[in-house]
């Protein structure tokens, strides 16, 4: 996968579903660090289907502490997608974990502990910076809401 940055999509925080929960010191670095910035520089990686979340679960917990109304997304079809595949942190407490497990989980509403799933994505994201005034204006209500 080759991204770039008008593969980015701002979509509505409300729709995606982490699978995996965050450790409060590395949730507290990254919210100073956006706040510093004024913005997102990293977008987060979602199931284009379920909004699932693979990468990007701090910069979740961010964006509900913030208030944010939407955030910048790179969206993949996660279970089609060879290129990514899923593995488990060592000492993360299980042996496996496949794909169909991360989207049960996100639309479970529970979550795995922190440093669980470990995804493998051809390339990296691309930069970008998105101002937190633009992911914190309100959402449209209609047809082409996002």
């Given amino acids: 996968m080759e991204w770039s940055e008008d593969d980015v999509e701002l979509v509505p925080l409300s729709w995606l579903k982490p ?5 409060p010191r590395n949730q507290k670095k990254l919210l100073d660090m956006t706040r510093r910035w004024g ?6 990686i979602v199931d284009s289907n379920t909004g699932a ?7 979740h917990a961010i964006a ?4 944010l109304n939407r955030v910048p997304v790179l969206c993949v079809d996660y279970l089609g997608n060879e290129e990514i595949s899923v593995d488990v942190w060592p000492s993360c407490g299980l042996e496996t974990l496949c794909k169909e497990d991360v989207i049960s989980m996100s639309l479970s509403g529970e979550v795995f502990p922190p440093k669980t799933s470990r995804h ?6 691309p ?8 992911l914190l204006e309100p ?8």
């Fill in 19 to 23: 699978h995996e929960a965050v450790k």
């Fill in 39 to 44: 913005g997102y520089t990293k977008p987060l």
């Fill in 53 to 59: 979340i693979l990468d990007g679960h701090h910069r």
């Fill in 64 to 67: 509900i502490e913030l208030g």
């Fill in 120 to 125: 493998t994505l051809a390339d990296d994201t």
């Fill in 127 to 134: 930069p970008i910076f998105i101002p937190l005034d633009v």
């Fill in 139 to 146: 959402l449209n209500h209609g047809p082409d809401a996002s």
